[in-house]
């Protein structure tokens, strides 16, 4: 009990001499007892369980906390241990001393992590660039705290989320776990979407914050909130640049450009919103503006660092999580309107071919999922997937979304029955897709003088592979909507007739022709594998075990020769009973 006794008052005198206002000139962070103080006064004050001993504490510890605040800015020494041993004396005992925690949660972020986040570069003498200790401790607390953070603080995580992505970006896979487990309360309704874009080019993210720790003078910091801001940051940056290396950001003299040929323009706007700190909705990102054609050029000519390649690994992992929370939690309305900007980002990602294959790969089954689950977005997004469909000829990677999107337009029926409209509108543009390919000899690119007989074969595959969903995707329409089928049977017709297309295309629509003359097996085939009516004759493949026509092999319909009639009885496919 004396020792104990002993030990408080000691470590009470102790914050009482760093808060004192004749010390105020003084950095709190030197204090090196000052940390120990604090956890020694916290821990007491936790096993006591006397609400007289807080009070006694808190209004030091208090004192100290605004000291650190307006010193945070002049300070040399990290001081985020002791923000977060602060903070979690004001979370565990706010309520005794009518403390709301919420401001000085608030403070920390904005203050203290975005410091350490950044460094202290421009002091010249210690660069805490991203300070391991500070983020993993940071996280540490999240993790501690998050179920109190979560119901009291609810928009902290979402707001801050940038500057979360901007400790796991830095820090890389050594605190992935602890980050995964924070990452849930991350996303909200305010921050689902911006999250998406953020999530994806956290690479990007990478790249950028390795620029910056090149950088030399005070272009970075706490001032690029500011200047972020600014209503003229390139005049602010051309000054700020030519008082400390004699050139401008628009001459490029001096030997800015022998440094770093491909480096990120630090005035473009991409470059103020990968490196924002606070959540601020929802920005479009111009992947052909100087700042991230510069970022993607230098990421292919130069060698992966190993933070990139750890960026690289994380985020699949952090977008199945994503994708996995939304599927389970988030709304419909912003699930749908997530959908668009998994369209146009399918075909901007960043340039690594692992990574690339791995996001798309996540990007187009999340999608998927979101049609099977709420099969009348594909109504209530037809603009956008009009758009997309008409892309098809781009580039690869808007070839495979097309791909993806006519699956799911004959799968889910356009969007159902009650969308006739919006199908006719999809049908018409599978029409015009699969005439533009009837009539064209190639596929995308439009570089076919310049393709080797390999580029030339992909590209007839790929081609194939196109008509082939469209095809399948026309006819499967016409089945759920009939008022659409005298057209399938022309397009189908004319597919058929081709022989400039591959052999797979036009048995495929031989197939399809013969179907349509036996509506009940066309259906059964054809039709939604759920949420269709029983028709007569119709057959449930999901009770395909107990009924007696369940399994009609498909591959006899593709082998029969001549014209698409196929005159065949039950008999002649059902194996006899022995």
Known sequence: MVDRDRDW?????????????S???????????????????????????????VTRVYPQINKIFQRLVSSVSQSRISNGLIFLAILQFFLDFGEIVL??????????????????????????????????????????FLNVNKKKILTSFSTLLPQFFPLLLKLIAWNGEKLEKSFLQVFPGLIAPGSFLPLFPSLVDLPILVVALEKVERSTGPLIGSSIASIQKSTA????????????????????????????????????PVFFDILKDENDGLAERHWTSPGMAAALQAAINTPHSDRLKQALNMTPRI???????????????????????????????FPDKIFSYEVRKRLLEFMLAAFQRSPDFIALLKKPIMDRLAEAYDSSAKTELALQLCWAIGEHGGGGASHKDQARELFESLELLLYENLSSSRLGLRQESALSSEGANFRKSSQSRLLCFVVTAIAKLATYHRELLPRARVSLAKVARSRMSDARVWKRAHDYLGLMNEPAICLSVLGPSHGQMQNPGTVNWSEGGKKMIAHIPFYILGEQEGPPFHDFSFSDILPRRR
Do not use: Q
């Open 9 to 21: 008052e000691f470590h009470l005198r102790s914050l009482s001499a760093s808060a004192r206002d």
């Open 23 to 53: 010390n105020f000139s003084a950095d709190p962070a030197s204090d090196h007892n000052l940390l120990p103080s604090v956890r020694k006064l916290y821990e007491l004050c936790k096993s006591e369980e006397s609400e007289d001993l």
């Open 99 to 140: 403390h709301d925690a919420d401001p000085s949660l608030r403070t920390f972020f904005r203050s203290c992590l975005s410091r350490c986040s950044w460094g202290c570069i421009e002091t010249g003498e210690k660069n805490e660039f991203a300070d391991p200790v500070v983020a993993k401790a940071t996280l540490d």
């Open 233 to 268: 940051p390139e005049m602010l940056f051309a000054l700020m640049d030519e008082a400390y290396t004699g050139s401008t950001i628009g001459d490029g003299g001096g030997d800015s450009e022998s440094e770093d040929s491909n480096a990120i323009d630090v005035a473009d």
């Open 319 to 349: 977008l199945d999580l994503y994708f996995a929370i939304a599927l389970r939690d988030v709304h419909n309305s912003l699930i749908c309107a997530l959908l668009p900007l998994i369209m146009t980002r399918n075909a901007t990602i």
